[in-house]
């Protein structure tokens, strides 16, 4: 079984289980207007109008019909929008967007309220003092209505764009790697060194490696009074036949599947426990600015922004070192120069005949060589190199790569 958090953690992004809980809710509301009302006076149903509360449920369920079907249009005219413009990847962030899910929840709860009150109207089960409850669970309503639409208007001026892409993609980047910072192996002890050789764990599926339990490794390494060592990190494609840990002690079926059940494998990459994710898709969405057919390199220049405020968590300042939570199992931390690799050189291979793209580059490599971080000055001098070594082939001019080599010398 997946780790449970991870998994409450995934069903909450799902659109359809936030939409179900805010219809629950709405049919909830219109039917506790039959349990209040013995608590409401008879008289108070002519007092504030609530007679006239079935035209208003009329109007309310049919505008909400109109405006859920306008809104699922609108958001999936945004994701096309999105993964043509930038990268398909982007498309799982907007629809994890929980202000637009909210709305549209909102939305469906709103009719079906509305539709539950008019049933229940007519059939003649509210009477007068029900009738007021319903009314002033109307207003509340169309008062949570008002308010969501406002924010939802406010959304749709941006929601897929290409700069609240990037903007996305950025705070997922930042999320997953300043928890990484905090604990650059998950929590468990840093593996140096080749890993033990007595026992290997395979992955039972093929995909990529969304998530680890580590909590449930260690428990399970307590237990036998060994240590695993982890091979396969998060962002990871494993299979069947390579090893995803290894252990220093002869494991059971029941450990070996409790090994493999830690590790969530599934078709695509996730962001959240994998930092090179989020800057492999920022890269990409450079890379697919800087393509002849959009031909954007203003986006491209403000990917290499967005990039250097990511990598740039690994540098900050460290007062103490990173708590062991899982002592009894090791993962490998992250390497500097797969981060890098990973950043800048789809950018300098698909940018390498623009001037702008290429300085650009050479400066952002530069900001970067100059943090206090021990590898981040070698990767930057490296990755400056390849670029060079792109641009040679690409640009025409010699003054052009004269300015090239004149801004990496400076790294």
Not at 2 to 24: C, D, G, H
Not at 119 to 129: M, Q, R
Not at 182 to 187: A, F, Q, S
Not at 373 to 393: D, I, M, T, V
């Amino acid at each position: 079984m997946p780790n449970l958090r991870w998994l409450i953690t995934e069903l909450a992004r799902r659109l359809w289980v936030r939409a179900s809980i805010f219809a629950v809710a709405g049919i909830f509301t219109a039917i506790i207007g039959i349990a209040l009302a013995p608590l409401i006076p008879v008289d108070w149903s002519g007092r504030i109008g609530a007679d006239s509360v079935g035209n208003v449920l009329q109007i309310l369920a049919s505008s909400m019909l109109a405006v859920t079907t306008f809104s699922l249009a609108t958001m999936v005219s945004a994701y096309a929008s999105a993964s043509s413009a930038t990268t398909p990847r982007v498309a799982e962030l907007l629809i994890q967007d929980s202000s637009a899910q909210n709305a549209l929840a909102t939305f469906v709860g709103s009719f079906l309220f509305s539709l539950v009150g008019i049933i229940a109207l007519n059939a003649g089960v509210y009477g007068d003092s029900g009738r007021v409850v319903l009314f002033v669970g109307t207003i509340g309503v169309i008062a949570v209505i008002v308010v969501t639409l406002l924010r939802w208007i406010d959304l749709l001026a941006r929601f897929g764009r290409v700069g609240d892409a990037i903007d996305r993609v950025e705070a997922a980047a930042v999320h997953a790697m300043r928890a990484r910072w905090k604990h650059p192996c998950i929590g468990a002890r840093m593996r140096v060194g080749p890993p033990p050789t007595l026992a290997a764990v395979t992955s039972a599926r093929i995909g990529y490696v969304q998530h680890i339990d580590v909590e449930a490794l260690e428990r399970l390494a307590a237990v036998a009074g060994g240590e695993i060592h982890v091979e396969a990190l998060p962002g990871a494609f494993v299979d069947t036949a390579n090893p995803i840990a290894w252990l220093d002690f002869t494991p059971d079926e029941a450990a070996i599947d409790a090994v493999r059940a830690a590790f969530n494998v599934g078709a695509r990459r996730s962001f959240d426990q994998d930092p090179r994710f989020g800057l492999i898709v920022l890269s990409e969405i450079a890379s697919k600015a800087l393509s002849p057919a959009i031909n954007d390199p203003g986006t491209a220049i403000a990917t290499m922004a967005a990039l250097v405020r990511v990598l740039a968590i690994l540098a900050e300042y460290r007062e103490h070192e990173s708590e062991i939570f899982y002592p009894h199992v090791f993962i490998p931390a992250l390497a500097v120069d797969d981060l890098f690799d990973d950043a800048f050189s789809p950018i300098s291979e698909s940018g390498a005949g623009t001037l702008a793209v290429g300085i650009r580059l050479q400066k952002t490599l530069r900001a970067l060589s100059v943090f206090e971080h021990p590898e981040f000055r070698a990767a930057s001098r490296h990755q400056s190199r390849l670029a060079l070594a792109r641009a040679r082939h690409a640009l025409a001019l010699a003054e052009d790569m004269a300015r090239l080599e004149g801004e990496s010398s400076a790294i």
